[in-house]
């Protein structure tokens, strides 16, 4: 069974193309998706900056991709949302490897959802914190 069977037919064509192209282009992979949980992770390689880190935008693309996801399948059916805020807080770099976020659910409202995305390395530590808020709206 895949990360997207159990969504409803709209929000599988939506995502089943990877997410869009950045999410793509970074080689962001879905593990688990729902509107209170959602697992992603993220190669460092292809995604460092000058430095030989792992570039700060690279964290925020990959949780805002998360949070995101989450607040659509929240939102449901005939619905969609749109990022009306977003932070991040860098903890620790990382140089090689991969990245996991783990997104939760901070509030899903009926118009404004909010997650936090903690991202981690291999090694279960902590390298950043994301938080997201989301608009709902109708299509």
């Known amino acids: 069974m895949g990360v997207l069977d159990n969504l409803h037919p709209e929000l599988q064509e939506r995502f089943s193309t ?4 950045l999410t ?37 693309v990959l949780g805002e991709t998360l949070g995101s996801v989450s607040a659509a399948i929240h939102a449901g059916a005939g619905r969609y949302a749109v990022g009306i805020d977003i932070n991040a807080t860098h903890t ?40 997201i808020t989301n608009l709902l709206r109708d299509q």
């Open 24 to 60: 793509r282009k970074m080689g962001i992979e879905l593990l688990e998706i729902s509107a209170e949980r959602s697992v992603a992770r993220m190669p460092v390689d292809g995604n460092r900056q000058v430095v030989g880190i792992l570039h700060g935008g690279a964290h925020v």
């Open 18 to 21: 990877g997410g869009g192209e």
């Open 92 to 131: 620790k770099s990382i140089a090689e490897g991969w990245v996991t976020g783990t997104c939760t659910a901070i509030s899903l409202g009926k118009t404004i959802c909010v997650h936090e995305i903690v991202m981690t390395n291999d090694a279960g530590e902590r390298l950043s914190t994301v938080r």
